[in-house]
């Protein structure tokens, strides 16, 4: 079996490869974060340090297919280009980083369109940028989905570790739909005995508006219930953790503890040690002390001062900061400033 990493960073993005001069005639680049329900695009003028945001819809291949995907990430570049007042050729890097199974897809269609400069990357690679400043770390994500992404070393010496992001079927431990699907089997155990009581079973029946918890199992696999409406439910999981149901409570330790197995595996496939950073990025996160606490114990286990921290800084940051380090420029601009335009911009 193949033993090989699952997602790598291109030459440009490791430090291993050519990139630009990085001199000040360098001025924009673009950053754009493709995802299942919407596309950001984002031109930053480093000279100005100032920001231009464009927007358009899903572009995911596998929910909407190549065409569409590209149509929204060109509709979204063109808006973000316009509201800066150049053109493509003003841009001297620009990275996409997209969700879906074949980035190579969205890449091939791009580089027809505008050309060989873009660099494509899957959007956990983005989110790792946003959540380590594009430095040696981890990104998790636990959204809808789960995924975790880390990077070791740097220039020849870089190691990537992709784990987990198997999908909602496969995987995705700790995230909402995991959260949501496991508030459901905990509401049935407390409905047919097998396991004890919990407020999970009034709260899905108000949630989903069933007569009954066992209407509502019916009614996931007759629907059925999307992935988002079950990880919609996450948030009444939340709610009764903190409020002291135990079975809410041990869901999301039980899922602290699988995405914990994970980023311990990234952690030893890339070689960090030390201080290094390990962002949290998704709406699971917004569970705060009940989930983040027993994840950040068992990881501390292992790597006892791993910088521990919800990410404040949107996705889009992430691919501007790689294609500052494409073209030389990413001494130009710190995190906190960054993160600062994105917000002021949107």
């Known amino acids: 079996m193949d033993r090989s990493a699952l997602v790598t960073l291109p030459p ?14 360098t001025r924009y680049v673009l950053g754009i974060d493709g995802g299942a329900t919407k596309t950001l695009a984002a031109v930053l003028d480093l000279k100005r340090h100032s920001l231009h ?3 358009a819809g899903p572009s995911n291949q596998d929910a909407v297919g190549t065409r569409l995907a590209v149509k929204a990430v060109l509709e979204a570049t063109d808006q973000a280009l316009a509201g800066a007042d150049i053109d493509q050729d003003g841009l001297s890097a620009a990275v996409l980083a997209v969700a879906g199974t074949d980035t ?9 369109t505008r050309g060989e400069g873009w660099i494509v990357v899957n959007d956990v690679v983005g989110a790792w940028a946003t959540a380590t400043g594009a430095r040696p770390g981890v990104g998790v994500i636990a959204g809808t989905g789960s995924n975790v992404f880390g990077v070791g070393g740097v220039g ?38 097998s396991g004890p009581p919990t407020a999970l079973s009034d709260a899905a029946q108000r949630f989903f508006s069933s007569p009954s918890i066992e209407a509502l199992a019916a009614s ?13 439910f996450a948030v009444e999981t939340s709610r ?25 595996a990234v952690i030893a496939h890339t070689g ?9 990025i998704g709406s699971a996160f917004r569970a705060g002390e009940v989930f983040v606490s027993p994840l ?45 335009l994105i917000d002021d911009a949107g």
Do not use: N
């Open 220 to 232: 996931v696999y007759t629907t059925p219930l999307t992935k988002g409406e079950v990880a919609a």
């Open 53 to 55: 945001l464009g927007h």
């Open 156 to 193: 020849e010496e870089t190691r990537t570790w992709r784990a987990g992001g198997w999908g909602h079927l496969l995987g995705d431990e700790g995230s909402g739909y995991w959260l949501g699907a496991q508030s459901l089997v905990a509401a049935l155990h407390d409905r047919d005995g």
């Open 104 to 112: 190579d897809s969205i890449a091939r269609a791009l580089h027809e």
């Open 12 to 25: 440009e993005l490791s430090g291993s490869g050519p990139r630009g001069a990085g001199g000040e005639q």
């Open 240 to 264: 009764l953790a903190a409020a002291g149901d135990e079975v809410a409570r041990e869901l999301f330790t039980r899922g602290a503890g699988l995405l914990a197995r994970q980023v311990l």
């Open 272 to 280: 960090l040690s030390g201080g290094f950073p390990i962002g949290l």
């Open 296 to 340: 950040a114990r068992a990881i501390h286990e292992v790597a006892p001062e791993a910088e521990i921290a919800p990410v404040q800084m949107a996705p889009v940051g992430g691919s501007l900061l790689l294609a500052a380090r494409a073209c030389g420029c990413e001494d130009r601009l710190s995190v906190r400033e960054l993160a600062q």
